[in-house]
């Protein structure tokens, strides 16, 4: 049974950082392409970024690059997101998903993946 656990949110002032993890099991971790979404009240999932096997390639969306890191260990099947300069509109519950054979340009989408967590709240104050 696939398991994603996203931990790591919390409430922050504009400009401040948080390192989000999400831990996996059920899966042969090295073999998934793991994606970040975000999602807020009304709102459709927003793509954040994903990380391709191994590490190889990182993908961002562009209201991210620069800002946010995403990295994975697979010795302890654990994706991180780290998010520096944060902003208000970063406001939202932040999700890890896991996909296998993932083309590059699917990345971004949400139906892409097979399994995601319950999510993470990220609130960031002005």
């Known amino acids: 049974q696939v398991q994603l656990v996203e931990s790591g949110g919390g409430l922050v002032q504009a400009g401040g950082s948080l390192r989000l993890s999400c831990a996996a099991s059920?899966?042969?971790?090295?073999?998934?392409?793991m994606g970040w979404f975000r999602q807020g009240p009304g709102k459709e999932r927003e793509f954040v970024g994903a990380i391709t096997c191994g590490g190889e390639s990182t993908l961002y969306a562009d209201s991210v690059k620069g800002r946010f890191t995403i990295s994975r260990d697979d010795a302890k099947s654990t994706v991180y997101l780290q998010m520096n300069t944060l902003k208000p509109e970063d406001t939202d519950v932040y999700y890890c998903?896991?996909?296998?054979?993932?083309?590059?340009?699917?990345?971004?989408?949400?139906?892409?993946?097979?399994?995601w967590g319950q999510g993470t709240q990220v609130t960031v104050n002005s």
């Open positions: 998903e896991a996909g296998i054979q993932v083309v590059q340009r699917a990345l971004v989408r949400h139906n892409s993946y097979t399994s």
């Open positions: 059920g899966i042969t971790f090295s073999s998934y392409i």
